[in-house]
Structure formats: C-alpha cells, structure tokens
C-alpha cells in the first residue's frame, strides 16, 4: 500500500492498466493502444470493484463512487504513479539504460557480468531474460512497461543491488515506459533501419532514441558512439555529462584492434593490450562501450581489462557449433540489415578462404517490411549459398513475406538463392544439401528465441537445438 500524488489522501493498493487485472483497490489506467482503447473498458473495471480511474478521455457518465482523474497523456501518468508507488527504486540504484538498433543486449549482458566480477551486486534488463543477480526472471520485452520495470527495480533494491543495466527500446521512449527513472548513465551503440512498421519515418525513430538522452539528468554520464553518423546528434540537447568513444574518430575512450579472427579480438584500449573472446568488429565497439562506462561508473581501468577477458558472448549472439564433416554453425540475432551485412562480414574476414559460407534467414513477420529485399540482397552478396526460410512470420502469410525478400535479390545474385518456407527443413538443406566438408552455416535472425510465432501460436523452435539436429 502507498500513496500517490494522483489520489492525495488514499491508500492505493494496486495499480494496473489492463482491465483484466483490476479490482477493488487498484487504479486503473485507460491507455489508448494500437490495437484497442482501454477507455471502452471502464464499465468492466467498475463490475469488478475498481472505482479510481486515470483517463484522457473523460467517460460520458461517471458513477457517484468513482474518482476519476482526467490526464493528458496516461502513459505519462502510469509511469509517474508507479515510481512513486515503488519508492522511485531507479535513484536508489547505480541505473545506465543502452539504447541503439543494435548492440543492447550484447551490452548490457556483458556489463552485467563485468560488474559481477568486479564485485557487484547486480540486476539486469534485457530482451533475452532479466536478472537479479542470479535469480532468473523471463522477459516478455525488450523493455518492460513502467508498472513492471519500477517493480523489477525493487526487487533489486531490496535484493542489495547496486547496479542495474537495461535496453532501452525507442517503442519505450515513445511510450514513456521509462518516464519518472532516473539514470545514472545512457549509451548510444548505434542507429540503422528498424522498427518502420512503428515509427514511420527513419527520423521519427532516431527522435525516439534521442528522448532518452534529452531526457536524463545533468548528474548522469551520457556516452556515444563517435563513429555512427547520429553519435553526436544524440547527445545535442542531453543536460547530462557527454563522453564519446571510438575506433574511427577523435574520442574520450579509444580502441585499435590489433587483430579479429576465430579465438577472438586482440585489442589496445587506453595503451594497454586486452584479448576478448567476442568476435567482430562490432564487438571491438560493445567492449569499448562497456570499459568506457565501467570507467565512468568508478572502476578501475585495468582491472576492468582483466574482467573483460574473462567474458563470454550473450546467449544466441555469434554462438559457434562444431558439428560433423568439420562445418561450422554459427547463431546469430541478426534481424536487421546493419546487423545481417557486420555478421557476414566478420565471417568472410576470419574464415578460412576455403571454407564457403551458407545463410539461412528470414524475416519477421507483422515487423518493418522494408527491410526484407535489403536482407535478402545482403545474404546473397556475402555467401556462397542462401536459404530464405520462416522467422516468426506472425499473422502474416510467410510465402508473401519470401517473395518480398527474394524480389531484393539482384539477378546476377539469383542462382545461390533456395527458399524453403519451413525453417526446421531450411536448416537441415543448408546443412545436409548444401553445405560441404568444412563450410559455415549462418542461421540468422532468432539467436535466443525458443519459439517460432505462427498465426499468434508460439511453437517450440530453437535454432541451436535444431542445428545440432541437422549436424548428428
Ligand atoms: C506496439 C507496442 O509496443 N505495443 C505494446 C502496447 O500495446 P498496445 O498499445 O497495442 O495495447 P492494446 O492491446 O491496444 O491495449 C490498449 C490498452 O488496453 C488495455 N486492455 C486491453 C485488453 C483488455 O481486455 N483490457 C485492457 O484493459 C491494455 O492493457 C492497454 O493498456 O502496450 C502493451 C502493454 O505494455 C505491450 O505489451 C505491447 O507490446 C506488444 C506486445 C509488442 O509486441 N511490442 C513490441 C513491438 C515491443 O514493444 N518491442 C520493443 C522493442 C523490441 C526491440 O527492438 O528489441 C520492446 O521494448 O520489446
Ligand atoms: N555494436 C553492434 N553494431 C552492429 N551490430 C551489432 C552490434 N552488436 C551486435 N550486433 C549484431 O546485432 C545482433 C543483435 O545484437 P543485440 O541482441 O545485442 O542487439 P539489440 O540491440 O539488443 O537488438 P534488439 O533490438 O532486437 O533487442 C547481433 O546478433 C549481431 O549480429
Ligand atoms: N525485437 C525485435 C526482434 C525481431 C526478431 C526476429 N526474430 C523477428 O521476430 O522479427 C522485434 O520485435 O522486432
Ligand atoms: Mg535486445
């Protein structure tokens, strides 16, 4: 029970905004979505004993027992009243938040485990799972809405942490999920296409991103990447302190990489030489990111090289399997082109020349279509062979989402591409068909994820498990 500024002089009990959890007690929130609006149901709350209402739209008849606050924006408002009612957990925690298209999970995993072996006690945010300490929790989103996220926080309060990391999505931003947390650092990987279905517009996505730099406090560190084209732009209007890092351009925290191949990178970072076990060019990227924060957190430079060495990639992100015949599978989260074309490349650059690279990938369905030729176009320019096959096609038709993707692929480019709808069948053609003694085989798109989503079912599906089927 706690009292928030909305219901001055009530004891809240609960707070939600979805009709089916509310109840006497609770608050509830009608948040208008994208597919309904929470304000048609009002009468069903009021059914089930919850008489205090936040709304943007005021209901046409209000009945005599209801408190009813009228607000402008209710996501707004859901964000507020719950870090109140946890106690404003964020500003009792060293809180850094990661936002870029790609590169927060890999990021945030990796400070996690950084920080626990500096001695930490730690929680994490992320879209593979969340963590307090080493009590798992599952994730159902990159980054949770405000009523969980200010919970999760809590939890880590009261579990000792003193540290916590989280992905900061741009659907958060836009949502003000993260609205009311305070931060005590944000980074900036990176910005390429993604997330057109949502945003509309490239620069309504990269407004997105940068709400959340404008939005933290002139306490927290703000660090980007000097590297990317929109590094800068993001730190424009941010009242926090501004630090960049880089392997290109002039910057606070600078790498080399000194060499990029199968054990991993050789890096030089601040003068000293530190070997990683990741793998990449944009790993070389993720690593600095995590020292240069690490750093700007209090940590000491070369113990924090020590720990870095030590680290082990995120789950689903450039996973390599042996399998028989000498091939080589790898697993990757690439769903974007930016990371499609980095993966591929990292692959050419530290294979051997006579092994041929195979691609298995899809693309998700009810997600930015725009980017299906460009994957497509990216897969067969950089293998020796492709299969375009299935990747969550949701509740669209997977073959139109195959012909979409296949029309990307330039003529010339034709003849190495296979389409096999059926993921489970695309990967064992890549492997038993058309792999040879020797070869990679790339299954991008799905890293982590154990579940295919068809038409809405969530199947069992884990590229690991499966490519292991296709190698015994
Ligand atoms: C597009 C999007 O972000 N949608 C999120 C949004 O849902 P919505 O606006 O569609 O909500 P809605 O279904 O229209 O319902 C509107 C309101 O009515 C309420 N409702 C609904 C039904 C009912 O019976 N009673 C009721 O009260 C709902 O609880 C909601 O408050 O708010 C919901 C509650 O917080 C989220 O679960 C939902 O995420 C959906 C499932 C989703 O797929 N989101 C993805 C796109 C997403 O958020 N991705 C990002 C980035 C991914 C990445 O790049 O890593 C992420 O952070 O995960
Ligand atoms: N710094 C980076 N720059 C470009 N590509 C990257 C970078 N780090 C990882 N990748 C590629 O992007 C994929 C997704 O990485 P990761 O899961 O860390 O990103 P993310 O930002 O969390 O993605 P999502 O938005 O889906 O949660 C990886 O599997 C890899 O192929
Ligand atoms: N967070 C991303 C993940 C995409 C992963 C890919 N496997 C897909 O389902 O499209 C999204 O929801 O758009
Ligand atoms: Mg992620």
């Not at 944000?186 to 296409?193: D, L």
């Not at 980017?371 to 293998?383: D, G, H, N, Q, V």
């Amino acid at each position: 029970m706690a009292q928030i500024t909305l219901f001055p002089g009530i004891e809240i009990q609960h707070l939600c905004f979805d009709s089916r959890q509310a109840k006497a007690g609770s608050v509830f929130f009608a948040i208008p979505g994208t597919q309904v609006d929470g304000h048609s149901f009002l009468p069903q709350v009021y059914a089930q004993g919850c008489k205090l209402w936040v709304v943007e739209k005021a209901p046409a008849e209000l009945p005599a027992d209801v408190t009813c606050v009228q607000v402008s924006d209710s996501n707004q408002a859901l964000a507020e009243a719950a870090a109140e009612f946890y106690g404003h957990p964020s500003k009792k925690l060293k809180l850094v938040g990661i936002t870029g298209t790609n590169g927060k999970t890999t990021t945030v995993t990796l400070l996690f485990e950084l920080f626990k072996r500096l001695g930490h006690r730690c929680g994490l945010i992320s879209t593979v799972v969340n963590k307090i300490e080493d009590k798992i929790i599952p994730s159902t989103h990159t980054t949770p809405d405000a009523l969980s996220l200010n919970a999760l926080l809590a939890d880590m309060v009261t579990a000792g942490c003193s540290h916590a990391f989280m992905e900061v999505s741009s659907h958060a931003v836009v949502q003000k999920r993260i609205h009311a947390v305070q931060f005590s650092g944000g980074i900036f990987s990176n910005i390429t296409r993604d997330h057109l279905d949502f945003h509309e517009t490239f620069d309504e996505y990269i407004k997105a991103k940068k709400g959340f730099f404008d939005a933290l406090p002139a306490t927290a560190f703000a660090l980007t990447n000097v590297d990317d084209k929109r590094g800068m732009v993001m730190l424009q209007n941010t009242a926090a302190k501004k630090y960049g890092f880089g392997l290109l351009n002039a910057a606070d925290f600078k790498a080399k990489i000194i060499s990029n191949g199968v054990g991993g990178l050789q890096l030089e970072i601040d003068h000293q030489q530190v070997h990683a076990q990741l793998i990449g060019t944009f790993n070389a990227y993720n690593l600095l990111g995590i020292y240069a924060a690490a750093l700007l957190l209090g940590e000491e430079s070369h113990e924090v090289l020590v720990q870095i060495s030590a680290l082990k990639t995120a789950p689903g992100r450039f996973e390599q399997l042996a399998g028989s015949q000498n091939k080589m599978g790898i697993v990757d989260y690439a769903h974007t082109p930016d990371a499609l074309e980095n993966v591929l490349k990292t692959i050419q650059a530290i294979r051997d020349k006579s092994q041929r690279i195979i691609t298995v990938v899809g693309c998700g369905g009810n997600r930015d279509s725009g980017k299906r030729p460009i994957m497509a176009e990216l897969a067969a320019k950089y293998s020796d062979s492709v299969v375009l096959t299935s990747d969550n096609p949701r509740k669209e038709d997977p073959e139109l989402i195959l012909d979409q993707m296949e029309a990307g692929v330039p003529a010339a480019l034709k003849s190495k591409v296979h389409r096999v709808s059926d993921r489970k069948e695309g990967i064992f053609y890549a492997v038993r068909e058309l792999a040879a003694s020797g070869d990679i085989i790339l299954v991008a798109g799905k890293g982590h994820e154990n579940y295919q989503d068809i038409q809405g079912v969530k199947y069992d599906f884990d590229d690991k498990l499966v490519l292991g089927e296709a190698f015994s």
